[in-house]
Structure formats: C-alpha cells, structure tokens
C-alpha cells in the first residue's frame, strides 16, 4: 500500500506534455490529452484508467481484448481485482450510453474479455499515434498516457477528473455499501488489554536468509477454462501449508498470481519478487483421475532443485497434497519446528465433493463483491453439509458473513458479525488451529470496537500461519483504530514483504497510517494509486476526501465525495458501527476533514 505535494503540479512539469490526440468514436470525439469526450454539446471527462481502457481498445479494434491484457498494459503490472477492469469497463460504456446487452461501442465475450465494435477515425491534424489495430510504437504503447494539463503527474487524478458538464449520463449506480460500514465511527476505551497482544508485531517467519518462497499459479490442463477454480486451490493450498513453517517466509498468492502464464525467466521474476525459490506446477484433472506436475527452482542459482509427476486418482487427492508438501520441505531443507509436522498432515475431510465446494467457495470469496459472497455461502454451506467436521469450510462461512457486514448498513451489519461469530465459533470447536477462523474472529472483534480482542485473535492467526500476510495487514488496521500508528506501519512493513505486489486494499491501510501521523503527502499519494488500482472502493475515496480537504482541496474533496455517493446512493456517515477511533483528537479531525469534504457523521 505512495506521491504529490500539497500543490497541483502542471503538466509542463512533468517529463513529457500531453499528446495532441483526438479521434471520433462513433458519434463521440475523443480528445486524449484532456480526456474528454464530446457529443452534441455535452462534454464528459474520464478517469485517467477509463481512457486508457478506451485508448487501449481503440488501438485494437475488432480485436478480443483479454481482462490479463488490461491488466497488463493497462495497470501496468499491479495486481488488481476482476472487480477493478469490469468497473472500468461499465464507468467506460456509462459515459459513452453504450449497454453490455445491446452494445455499439464495447463487446462482452464472454468468460474472455473485450472487444471494440465502434468505427474510429482519426481526426485531420489531431491524430497524433493512432495506429491500426494491435499496432504499438515501441515504448509508446497507446494505454500509457501524459497527465491532462493541469493535473498530477504519473496518471493519478486531478480535482477535475469525472467532471461532467451539459447533460452527462448518470454514473454508473454499484452496490451499496462496498467496504465495511466503514463509514461509522464510535469511541472507545481499550482498557490496557491490547498492549498484552502486540507480540504478534515480532518478526515475520524467522526464515534464514534465502528461504524465501513463492508458489506460482498452477496451470490449469484440463482443456476446461471451468476448472480454474481446482488449480488455483491446488495452489492456495500448498501457499496455506507452507506458511505455516515458521522457518520459511512464503509470499502471498495475490503477489504471485501477477506471474500467471508469465514466460520471464525464472531469474526476473524471483528477483522481482524478493524470492530465491520458486515451486511451478501444473493441474490436469479428468473425470476421478488427476495428473499434478510440480517442481521446485532456485531462481538464483537457475537450477532445478527437485520436481515431481504424480498420477493418482481424485480420491487420493488429500494424501498427495501431503506429499508434495513434504517433499517441498525436504528438498528446501526447512528444520521444523515442534508442532509444526503435524500442522501439515492434519486433514479434517474425506468428501472429494465437499473439497471440491470448499475450493469452489474460495475462487468466489476472493473476487470480493457482494454477489459472489452470497455465492461463496452457499457453496461453503454445501461443503459443511457433505462433511459437518469441516473446519476450512466453516472459516470460509464465518468470513462471507463478516464480509457481508461490510456490505450493509446499520442493524444489518450487527446482525452479519453476530453469525460470523457463531459460525466461527463452531469451526474453531472442531479445529482451533485454523487461522482463518481467528482471522474472520479479528475482524468481528475489530468491526465491533473490541480491539484487545480483535489483537488477539490476529495474533493466534499469526502464530498458526507465521507467512499471513493479510493477518498483518488486518493488525495494521486495528492499530490505526487504536492510535498506534508507528507500530501500524511497522505490520504494514511486514505484510508488504510477504505480499510485495501491494494491493489496493494494503495501499489504503498504510494511507491512513500516514494521515494518522499527519504526513498528507504521502497519505495522497498511496490513495490516488489506490483509486487507480480499485476505482470502487468506498474506504480509499473517503480516506481521499478527507486529505484532499486536509491539504485545502476542497473541490477535489467534494468530488470524491460525490463518487462514494454515486457508488452507494444510501450511504451515510453512521457513527453507530464498526470504525472505532480511539484517539479522540485524531477522531475529531477526521470527521471535520469529512465535514469540509461535504460529509457530516450522523
């Protein structure tokens, strides 16, 4: 989870002026450098991601888009949610009045990614480097584009972005309450119990030098796009195992799938990644057997260290993941610690169908939106239903209900964290060494304000799973709360050396470290990259409200303002749930922040 000062610098500041790019798009005119578009007398102002999205297509008409080609090109290089390019894609067609069933400009293919359907041409004299479709000049690809004059360097929005004059379209309406019913402030009182559990700010994994990790995405073989999900798991499962070695620094998945289907060099990507090994693999499952490839490099000596071909029937599938765990472990030569054996070899499932949900469960609580948790409950209700002693399934239950809390609003939300707590409780009855168990309790007890309690259950998280990136990340965020910002950004430190491809989640937490401590510029600058990386995310843009009106921006404020409400039409500033301030005079300064932003706590 970085930039600019409290003055807006101009374009001429920057390395390069903007481009004198205009071209028609249908009935629309582009122009690239200011990013408006223009028809009839209304004029609409992008994004700086939507018109590179737009500039990208452009500069592949007809051609099918992928959203890894977006992603890309687009986000240069950072992870991103799905979530991020579809959203991308509607504020796009919502600004050009296009519709995803009746398209005139954009395509949907499907479970594929885009496709531009529109005539375009290049306006006399304003062409600039159009170029036929799939054409780039080198080092000028089209989706990199000079800051719009008068705004921030780098692509990062000015207070004018999203402007609209004349008659614009709507903004596009996204589900309600996005992030947690973050929105809502409440005082507390933490009576000395959260220093008992601040050990957990220790080292991460006491590795030895070179023993760092990354588990790259397994490749999915089948010949069915459909069975992604089962790869991916496969992989999660292994990164899950593995960093619970304390001996061993195992990097997140989120960092790692930024290497999917990638050809570099085993040497480029562990160096980016900060990994000396690097485990690959491969997953080809056909009706009840299963083919699982995997070998183990070392990135630096560029050498193969070990590899495996396992042919096994599906049924066999929990005793092959302890192999290949073991033999991983042998060929890396951890020491383990007392304990940890059997951490790795317990398994608390015979049902291959209830496995299979549970894997299912997670592709879809990972996306992080509102409709696929629901989906994600259901298949982990399916999961506990095959195999009532499920403990995994029940940690993936408890955290689509705390998740659904950061959904809702008021009553709802306590409602959600009390069936979080339930479920929760129930799993950790069958198997307290689950760290996702803990980790959902963390956040119930942290929605909630009990941040003694909330430590301690993300302590535990660590302790079982010393390479828990996001057990980091969450106790960097309970330590905003409580005031203790220094320590905050010391869990940040560590949450972003075990998940170095930082989210835009990951930039917002350490953001509003840095607005704690009043250092606004480096608070703005983390955010504004956040915005780009995740334009829906209600936390980032508030927290963006109130240092763009910290730094006196008031018109930028305001517009953030007015994006959170297009986001949420309901929301408000509810000081009755889940954002538990301690510090008083940080408290205050936050809602007047908020107040000149043009938004007041109720």
């Not at 594929?112 to 080092?139: C, F």
């Not at 992080?368 to 195999?387: K, V, W």
């Not at 430190?493 to 470290?513: E, G």
Request: proline residues 6%; glycine residues 8%; charged residues 25%.
């Amino acid at each position: 989870m970085p930039i600019q000062m409290d003055q807006q610098p101009s374009a001429q500041a920057d390395s390069g002026s903007p481009r004198e790019v205009q071209f028609r798009l249908g009935d629309w005119v582009v122009d690239v450098a200011t990013r408006d578009i223009r028809r009839a007398g209304t004029v609409v102002r992008l994004e700086p991601k939507v018109m590179r999205v737009l500039e990208f297509l452009v500069g592949r008409r007809g051609q099918v888009v992928s959203r890894y080609d977006l992603e890309s090109h687009v986000w240069s290089g950072m992870v991103v949610t799905d979530d991020a390019v579809t959203n991308t894609v509607i504020k796009l067609r919502k600004a050009l009045g296009d519709k995803a069933r009746d398209p005139r400009y954009i395509e949907t293919i499907a479970k594929t990614g885009y496709r531009l359907i529109a005539d375009v041409e290049p306006l006399p004299g304003r062409a600039g480097p159009l170029l036929p479709p799939g054409e780039t000049p080198p080092g000028d690809e089209l989706s990199r584009t000079a800051a719009p004059t008068g705004g921030p360097k780098d692509g990062h929005p000015g207070p004018a972005t999203g402007q609209v004059t004349a008659a614009p379209p709507q903004r596009p309406r996204i589900r309600r309450g996005r992030l947690l019913p973050v929105l809502m402030l409440v005082s507390l009182a933490v009576a000395g119990g959260l220093a008992l559990y601040l050990s957990v700010i220790t080292p991460p994994p006491t590795a030895a030098a070179g023993t760092v990790v990354a588990v790259l995405p397994f490749d999915n073989l089948s010949g069915d796009p459909e069975q992604d999900y089962f790869a991916d798991g496969i992989t999660q499962d292994l990164i899950t195992d593995l960093s619970k070695l304390s001996n061993l620094q195992v990097l997140a998945r989120n960092s790692a799938l930024a290497y999917r289907a990638s050809t570099e060099p085993e040497s480029v990507i562990g160096r980016e990644l900060g990994a000396r090994f690097l485990v690959r693999g491969s997953v080809q499952r056909s009706g009840e057997r299963l083919r699982i490839n995997v070998s183990l490099t070392d990135a630096v000596e560029g050498r193969n260290r070990w590899g495996e071909r396992y042919d096994r029937q599906l049924a066999d599938i929990f005793h092959l993941q302890d192999e290949i765990t073991a033999h991983v472990v042998s060929a890396l030569q951890v020491e383990l610690a007392p304990g940890e054996q059997q951490r790795l070899t317990r398994r608390y499932v015979t049902s291959i169908e209830a496995y299979d949900a549970l894997l299912r469960g997670l592709d879809l609580l990972g996306r992080r939106a509102s409709a696929d948790n629901a989906e994600a409950r259901a298949q982990f209700e399916r999961a506990i239903e095959l195999e009532p002693g499920f403990a995994r399934a029940y940690a993936g239950l408890a955290m689509t209900h705390a998740m659904h809390a950061t959904y809702g609003h008021g009553p709802q939300v306590a409602a959600s964290l009390e069936r979080a707590e339930t479920i929760a409780r129930q799993g950790m009855a069958i198997d307290e060494a689950q760290p996702q168990l803990h980790f959902a309790m963390g956040l119930v007890e942290m929605y909630r304000g009990n941040l003694a309690a909330a430590a301690a259950e993300v302590s535990r998280a660590i302790e079982l799973r010393p390479s828990f990136a996001d057990g980091y990340g969450l106790m960097a965020w309970i330590l905003h709360f409580a005031g203790r910002p220094d320590e905050g950004l010391e869990a940040m430190r560590r949450a972003i050396a075990l998940n170095p491809h930082v989210t835009a989640l990951y930039r917002t937490v350490k953001a509003a470290l840095h607005y704690e401590l009043g250092e606004l510029d480096q608070a703005r600058a983390l955010l504004e990259e956040s915005v780009e990386m995740n334009p829906d995310q209600l936390l980032t843009r508030l927290y963006l409200a109130a240092v763009y009106a910290a730094t006196g921006q008031i018109e930028s404020a305001r517009w953030q303002v007015d994006e959170i409400r297009a986001l949420d039409a309901g929301f408000r500033l509810d000081l009755a749930y889940g954002f538990p301030i301690r510090d008083p005079r940080y408290r205050a300064r936050f809602l007047a922040d908020l107040a000149r932003a043009g938004l007041a706590a109720h």
